[in-house]
């Protein structure tokens, strides 16, 4: 599985092989792995074989090329496939099975994409560290007594492991390129809007958009092409065109400026992330691109804000969930009101009650103004900060996570010092803008680091330019010890 | 403003999320701690600064989302019931309201 898509479909295509085979011994790997990595909580094995038949089929019978024939994809458990379970990593949700596919998952399947299985997440897409799960975490490839980053660890590792090309996760702060970072893969979380959230379950609606895994550049652009583009079904896409993101891959980055925040290399920051960072950037340099200073001054207080906006609109998202129209609902509780109390008891984690509780609170009566209203005036300063500073570069370099993966039980106990993993994304959220994660190298212990590309509105093209050209001087050769 | 297990208490009602006292223990100070943690924007002067509400951008914003207001297709009743924990009769049933 370490063929690109592209050169993938050219086999098919050719009858070199099938796509039954290539989702064949996509599934295998999935079953094979999943005692090790928990990566997924349900792989329809039939299904996808069936799917891959009719791709077989399809392909013989008529002159359709489909961009992702017989690509086998895993989605994380928060992105509706029909026929799929949809848990969200939570309790609440069990066994809920959508009756309809999002948007992004309609494309992928019009496309010829295969569908192999659902991946384990932070319950609610709320964690970074996939320890928020209520289905057992997932564990990283490169070491299996350390997290994968969340949420969306699942889509992560059984991308690193090889098991599927590409995956689809979603991002409210950083929950794909964390993880990406810390697995050693390529995340990219495109501009609000580019993606329709339509069958994505709502966490904080206005920082949500599904992101995409891969482990080269052209995947990741071939997956966004597909999915990408106005959806009538999510009002807040955009009406922008979608490129070929795959036609400027190779174009010479020479002269383009890259944008370096200077002060944000500092407290918490590991030497060894540093060190790969600063590497990254001399290999811009040597590539022609010039690196600026850049200030952000507004950054700093990026995780406060997004702790008071994304908890007030999952603390409001959420309450969706009290045993009545799906899901879950707890037993022996004879009164309605004592029925949601104690369905969403017993269906959240505390994670997600952390965060309901916490939403709640900035925006009861009183401490609206004090703090939601207050984030939303810093967001907008955080918004012209980055404005301001694409007039001087085309893209900024950042790490993508202070450090790399952590062990098992490292933050739990801490919710805020974990909050902080995600220091380097969230601002991408908060704003708007698209961000991409491109591995950058190894810590001395042969952990995988992420170095971050930010770039303005519908700027993917030049992220996935820059990225493409940084793993061409540079390629990530590495293999985790857990591989297909 | 400090926050106490009694705050935490009301927050739960409110969200309707009910609380043990082992889990307001260990609440109590984690979220004590974060709301400290939070105000730091206090320092922030946003005198003037139009809040930024949504995510929307420029071009989001200009995207006209509306369409004519006719009856379309959905998924119907039987499919919408068919994932909920209690229906009958066409209806989510409910335990009693008092």
Known sequence: MTRSIASQKDQILTGDTTARA???????????????????????????????????????????????????????????????????GSKILGDYHPPYDATVIERLVNAGAVIIGKTNCDEFAMGSSNENSAFGVVKNPWDTTRVPGGSSGGSAAAVAAGIVPVALGSETGGSVRQPASLSGVIGLKPTYGRNSRYGLVAFASSLDQVGIFGRNVPDVAAVLGVVAGRDRHDATTADVPVPDYRAGLDTDIKGM????????????????????V????????????????????????????????ATAEASSNLARYDGVRYGFRAEDAPELRQMYKKTRDEGFGPEVKRRIMLGTYVLSAGYYEAYYRKAQQVRALIREDLRQAFTACDAIVTPTSPTPAFLFGEKVNNPLEM???????????????????????????????????????????????????????????ARPQVFA | MPITEADIEKIAQLAHLEITREELRVFAPQIADIITYVEQLNEVDTTNVEPMLGGLTPEGELTDSARDDIVEPSLGQKIALEEAPDAVAGHFRVPKVL
């Open chain 1, 278 to 309: 600063d590497a990254a950037t001399d290999a811009y340099r040597e590539l022609g691109a010039e690196i600026v200073d850049v200030e952000l001054p507004h950054a700093k207080y990026s995780i406060a804000v997004y702790y008071i906006i």
């Open chain 1, 22 to 88: 290539v989702v064949e011994s996509s599934v295998a790997a999935a079953e094979r792995l999943n005692d090790t990595l928990n990566a997924f909580l349900e792989i329809d094995r039939p299904g996808a074989i069936r799917r891959a038949e009719e791709i077989d089929q399809r392909l013989k019978t008529s002159d359709d090329t489909l961009a992702l024939a017989g690509v086998p994809i895993a989605v994380k458990d928060n992105i509706c496939v029909r026929g799929f379970q949809a848990s969200c």
């Open chain 1, 419 to 477: 909050y902080l993993s995600d220091i380097y994304t969230v601002t991408a959220n908060l704003a708007g803008i698209p961000g991409l994660s491109v591995p950058c190298g190894l810590s001395s212990e042969g952990l995988p680091i992420g170095m971050q590309l930010l770039g303005p509105y519908w700027s993917e093209p030049t992220l996935l330019n820059l990225a493409h050209a940084y793993l061409k001087a540079r390629p990530f050769t």
């Open chain 1, 257 to 276: 400026r890259l944008g370096f925040p200077q002060a944000l290399f500092g407290e918490g920051l590991d030497a060894d992330v540093r060190a790969s």
